[in-house]
């Protein structure tokens, strides 16, 4: 079956540090790749997502992430974090083509300190 | 971006009762709405694609007489959780995909959860 893993459960950073959040996945065929991001008290919102073309995909808020397909993986970087990028973040796959059927990882809970 | 509404965001009901969870879109029409269950800690896991005008595709492993699920309109479908019990206690959320903008490529936007308590 097809699965995502996160590697963190918690991350705790001071705040302009680096971030790179590992997101693994098990599936074979063509992928759409995804990042969402959950702010304290709100809904899921998309940070960015790959679908074909550029491996490297830029998001919003300063975030990209690259597709490594030999290695199965669509980790979330951004150079210098932010307080207000405190959330839980979590990578998806749809193995089934575009938003079809999101196959979501554990989640990486942030933590940014000031 | 374009609003998912959940409501009640909060229900606590008593074992062997039924609840109902509405996903409202707000300002798009949703001829597809995902719903998803979160425990604790864990991911979401998808339970169901309801699509408008006809059955619910349910998961493998996801009791279909134990969750109705009813997409009666392009904005709105509604998750029955029937004779609730315990361990159906969760975190329920849907996603409603626009369906204005794209066939399956069309961006999914995301409920603010509703969280079921069954004592």
């Known amino acids: 079956a097809q699965s995502v893993s996160q590697h963190n459960h918690h991350v705790i950073l001071s705040e302009a540090a680096s971030l790179e959040l590992g997101c693994n996945y098990s599936?074979?065929?063509?992928?759409?790749l995804f990042w969402y991001v959950q702010y304290p008290g709100q809904h899921l919102q998309l940070l960015l997502k790959?679908?074909?073309?550029?491996?490297l995909v830029k998001g919003i808020k300063g975030f990209e992430a690259e597709f490594i397909k030999s290695k199965f993986s669509f980790n979330l970087r951004k150079p210098s974090v932010q307080w207000s990028d405190t959330a839980e973040y979590f990578c998806?796959?749809?193995?089934?083509?575009?938003?079809?059927?999101?196959?979501f990882g554990a989640g990486t809970r942030l933590a940014v300190h000031p | 971006g374009a609003v998912v509404s959940q409501h009640p965001s909060r229900v606590i009901c008593k074992s062997g009762t039924s609840v109902k969870i509405e996903c409202r879109s707000l300002?798009?029409?949703?001829?597809?709405m995902f719903w998803y269950r979160q425990f604790p800690k864990q991911s979401l896991m998808l339970m169901a694609t309801?699509?408008?005008?006809?059955?619910?595709?349910?998961e493998q492993g996801v009791e279909k007489d134990k969750f109705l699920i009813n997409h009666a309109s392009l904005t709105l479908s509604t998750l029955t959780v029937t004779s609730a019990h315990p361990e159906d206690s969760s975190f329920y959320i849907c996603?409603?995909?626009?369906?204005?903008?794209?066939?399956?490529?069309?961006?999914?936007?995301f409920g603010e959860g509703s969280r079921l308590t069954v004592l």
């Open positions: 996603s409603a995909r626009d369906v204005g903008a794209g066939g399956v490529t069309g961006e999914l936007f």
């Open positions: 599936y074979g065929g063509t992928v759409n």
């Open positions: 790959y679908f074909s073309g550029d491996p």
């Open positions: 998806a796959v749809s193995p089934s083509g575009g938003y079809n059927k999101l196959i």
């Open positions: 300002d798009f029409q949703a001829t597809t």
């Open positions: 309801s699509n408008e005008g006809s059955k619910a595709t349910y």
